[in-house]
């Protein structure tokens, strides 16, 4: 277990029972989300440690937050846990930052019920109707491969993959049914030069994990966020193809709403005319919500 | 603890901490609806378990989402899982953000219509556990959603 969910499972054992505390949450569109979830009647806390790749790239952490601001509601505060040793930057972001060892003022805090700083209604509402949009688009294109994948995989008979030269020969038969050209990468060429430079690419038997990095980069174009408050820049999505799709452990389709979340319409690789159709009517309706 | 069991965790404090869910006795009614979802899983027969799993989840919902309603003054006609949602689409007392047409049109295709089949036509039963995962997250998707409205 990383140290950082270790921190979060002793910090939840620390409260009575009036505090409902939850360690490693699973939140439906979020695939990195706060360590901790406290509640009281009324009042949210998400709680944020640390984890040893945001200490040297904060970055990530600020995704983090950033992705959970705009899914949680406006009146749930973000803090953060510090370990006692730890310098940490861009704390600016959270409501409140907490020693670790300090439960007692936390749990002060909790009852206390402050009001977050940050007023950013207006953005959420607007990450909110991106992603139904985004979310509904992505479902018709990978819907029914991921549920399809799911099923296999619930009931034990993991397909096997096909040996490279079948596969690559059978691409090859793809691209050349679809009228792709082939780019040197060995990945069908998005012909939509509208997409080209939005198109990310997912590896062979993706995991959510490997989702997550093109999440994160899709949404920091998409948003912004400067002490504590969220801006939107620019809502345009991104394209995540792969040959294969990635499903969720126990919510099949959740890598395909956490990647909507973030802007990215995961999308087979191989259905190129349905989702040059998918995306055209996509972008217009995103076109329109800021008008 | 399962992802399954810290999806429920998270779901409970979400609704925990909702200010919305205020009304007396509500937030236990509903935090035990989800709990029965799990505890269905050691049901035999595997019709029933998965009919149960729907049925808890959906009492669950739709007590969330009267009492969302309820909170704000918002009148649903009819009081029911769709009418609520519909009402979420229109501007909401206290509320900044309303529904979007397209997350109504999908938690209604997607929850309102599939629960509706389940729990109102005999001898309707999903088809694969899978069916039932996919239903129960969506209903997990749409509180999530309106609570964060």
């Known amino acids: ?291 | 603890m399962s992802v399954h069991s810290r999806r429920v965790a998270a779901i409970q404090a979400l609704v925990v901490g909702s200010p919305a869910l205020s009304a007396p006795g509500l937030i236990p009614r509903i935090v035990a609806e989800f709990r029965e979802v799990g505890l269905c899983r050691a049901v035999h027969s595997r019709n029933r378990r998965r009919v149960l799993q729907i049925l808890h989840s959906t009492r669950a919902l739709d007590s969330a989402l009267k009492g969302f309603a309820a909170h704000h003054a918002c009148t649903a006609r009819p009081p029911s899982l769709g009418g609520y949602l519909r009402a979420f689409c229109r501007p909401v007392p206290g509320v900044t953000g309303q529904l979007s047409s397209a997350d109504y049109l999908t938690f209604r295709q997607r929850i309102v219509d599939r629960r509706n089949h389940y729990m109102h036509e005999a001898g309707a039963f999903p088809a694969t556990d899978t069916e039932v995962m996919t239903l129960l997250s969506d209903m997990h998707h749409c509180l999530t959603t309106v609570l964060a409205l």
């Open chain 1, 1 to 291: 277990m990383k140290r950082a969910d270790l921190l979060a499972r002793q910090i939840a054992l620390n409260f009575d029972a009036s505090v409902t505390v939850v360690a490693q949450p699973d939140l439906p569109y979020l695939l990195n989300g706060p360590d901790l979830l406290l509640a009281v009647p009324g009042f949210l806390v998400a709680a944020y440690v640390v984890k040893v790749a945001e200490s040297s790239r904060p970055y990530l952490l600020r995704s983090r937050l950033l992705a959970s601001k705009l899914a949680l509601a406006s009146s749930t505060a973000h803090v953060l846990l510090t370990r006692d040793n730890a310098s940490v930057k861009s704390t600016r972001d959270f409501d409140e930052t907490f020693r670790a060892s300090d439960r007692r003022s936390l749990g002060q805090y909790l009852h206390f019920r402050p009001r977050p700083s940050s007023n950013d209604d207006g953005v959420r509402h607007l990450a909110h109707r991106r992603f139904s949009l985004v979310y509904y688009a992505a479902r018709q294109l990978s819907e029914s491969r991921v549920l399809d994948r799911y099923e296999a995989r619930r009931q034990g008979r993991r397909k096997r993959r096909p040996k490279r030269g079948s596969a690559s020969g059978k691409r090859a038969a793809r691209i050349q049914q679809s009228g792709l050209q082939e780019s040197q990468s060995g990945r069908p060429a998005v012909e939509h030069a509208i997409y080209a430079d939005r198109t990310m690419w997912l590896p062979p038997d993706p995991k959510p994990a490997d989702v997550l990095r093109d999440v994160n980069a899709s949404l920091s174009k998409s948003f912004a966020l400067d002490n504590g408050q969220v801006f939107a820049i620019d809502l345009a999505p991104d394209l995540l193809l792969g040959a294969d799709l990635p499903v969720g452990a126990y919510d099949p389709l959740k890598p395909i709403r956490a990647a909507a979340f973030g802007g990215c319409v995961i999308s087979p690789e191989d259905a190129p005319e349905r989702m040059a159709s998918v995306m055209e009517r996509l972008d217009a309706r995103i076109g329109r919500l800021r008008r």
